[in-house]
């Protein structure tokens, strides 16, 4: 139960907002709204497989290194510092986020996006013809 609480709030976790979220093109009809909630996972996936094989070789060599009193090469050392703040600076990460949209006019709207650390506001204009998603 621990375990899966402890998962449930990492995955509240993030220093970002995403990017880009799902909504469509088109901007809401005049008095309705619109409440989403989107959820990603930032992988960082050309560099965190090479960083965590190198962290695991690395610590395999403390290991042994460490039994016969020796000390780590320029390399190795240079290797730790690289991997690690690496893995620090940009490690894999979840974020949430919550927006809120409402349609002022015609091809018009205003939004509210919040996320664990952030409140975005926003102002869309919809100038390149109607879709027709909505009525």
Known sequence: MRTIFL????????CATTLSSF???????????????DTGINLPISKLGDALFRMIELNITIEQKK???????????KDLM????ALALNPPTGSNEFQ?????????????????STL???????????????P
Do not use: C
Not at 67 to 77: D, F, M
């Open 67 to 77: 039994r016969y009193r020796q000390s780590l090469t320029e390399e190795e050392k």
């Open 82 to 85: 690289k991997y690690g703040i």
């Open 7 to 14: 998962l449930l709030l990492l995955s509240f976790v993030n």
């Open 100 to 116: 809120l949209r409402y349609g002022l006019g015609k091809e018009f709207e205003i939004g509210l996006k919040w996320a664990i």
């Open 23 to 37: 909504h469509p093109a088109d901007t809401l009809p005049k008095n309705s709204f619109h409440l989403s909630y």
């Open 120 to 134: 975005i506001g926003d102002v869309r204009y919809q100038f390149l013809g109607i879709m027709t998603r909505f």
